[in-house]
């Protein structure tokens, strides 16, 4: 296996934003990372399982780094991400809207509680931060966090939304329980109770190690949320870096507060360049018409 070599896959919609590809092309690789392939899916989960799939069955790159492609990344991401040696880290982004402005990670909660708190403190730079949950547009991830997930879902889609309502299950070992009840009801009524009892009392373990409650409820969790909560639960810690910062995409009205915001310093830059290049205009307008005046002398 490539230990060190990335599989990079993009996710998104029909429509693409040029300055997000160009981004992603532009991202540093090593020697043996591949290029960077695109799916678009009506759902960003399809196109990030269609990932997840290709990258575990079709090639022996040890890390994923899956994106976003409404976002703008910058060229030092993968090697920040890698460098930190950790199986599973996020960067940082933000939601896509604007009114508020929120980042898009989860503080780390205990196992079972529910819901998970939306990060809202400015993160601390310079170190990793342990989350409870993130977004899919920027996390690099080892193998061995994907196949350990794997292996929890028994045979789930690793990256859906979901109810959690109870924890993964195994459909043949509870369709052996639905037949194996069928026939007792089915059969001749003088079943030697001591045959009964052994029967029933499998069939009870097997539900009882098959159906057990995780949540409880059937309201859907977010993709972001269902696959670090199973990676945790199979040992792994998602991490979050906070210098790995990464435009979100967002179309929304432009306001006179917006520009209120900037404050007065950044407008007074504003006027400096603006003025500057309205002389430049200038310049070259009363150049041109000169050259004129004198080709009609």
Same mark, same amino acid.
């Given at each position: ?10 996710? !998104?919609?029909?429509? *693409? ?7 992603? *092309?532009?991202? %540093? ?35 994923? #780094? ?32 604007? /009114? ?9 909660? =205990? ?19 342990? #989350? ?16 350990? &997930?794997? *292996? ?15 924890? =993964? ?14 026939? #007792? ?18 069939? %009870? ?15 859907? &969790? ?24 990464? !435009? ?15 404050? *007065? ?5 504003? %006027?400096?360049?603006? /003025? ?14 000169? /050259?004129?005046?004198?080709? !009609?002398?």
């Amino acid at each position: 296996m490539a230990e060190n070599s990335v599989y990079i896959g993009s996710a !998104g919609a029909d429509v *693409e934003h040029g300055v997000s590809r160009d981004s992603i *092309e532009n991202i %540093q690789r090593r020697p043996g990372d591949a290029l960077p392939l695109y799916i678009r899916a009506t759902k960003g989960y399809e196109a990030r399982s269609s990932h997840m799939a290709d990258w575990l069955e079709k090639t022996d790159h040890g890390y994923a #780094l899956f994106l976003d492609s409404d976002m703008v990344y910058p060229p030092d991401t993968l090697e920040r991400l890698r460098r930190h040696g950790v199986p599973y880290v996020s960067g940082y982004y933000m939601r896509r809207r604007y /009114n508020p402005i929120a980042p898009v990670w989860f503080e780390p909660a =205990p196992r079972y509680t529910w819901p998970m708190k939306p990060w809202l403190s400015e993160p601390e730079r310079g170190k990793l931060h342990e #989350l409870g949950g993130s977004g899919w547009g920027c996390i690099l991830m080892h193998r061995e966090v994907a196949l350990a &997930v794997k *292996e929890i879902l028994k045979g789930e889609w690793p990256i859906i939304e979901d109810d959690m309502d109870i924890w =993964p299950y195994d459909l043949k070992r509870l369709m052996k329980v639905v037949h194996g009840l069928e026939d #007792l009801v089915n059969a001749d009524p003088v079943i030697p109770a001591r045959v009964l009892r052994s029967a029933l009392k499998e069939y %009870q373990e097997i539900l009882t190690e098959e159906i057990k409650p995780l949540r409880g409820v059937n309201d859907p &969790v977010g993709s972001d949320l269902r696959f670090p909560y199973f990676a945790r639960a199979a040992g792994y810690k998602l991490m979050g870096d906070p210098d790995v910062r990464i !435009g979100h995409i967002v179309h929304y009205p432009v306001n006179p507060d917006d520009y209120t915001g900037m404050g *007065e310093e950044m407008r007074a830059g504003m %006027q400096k360049e603006m /003025n500057k290049k309205v002389r430049g205009a200038r310049k070259r307008l009363t150049e041109h018409l000169n /050259n004129l005046l004198r080709a !009609g002398e």
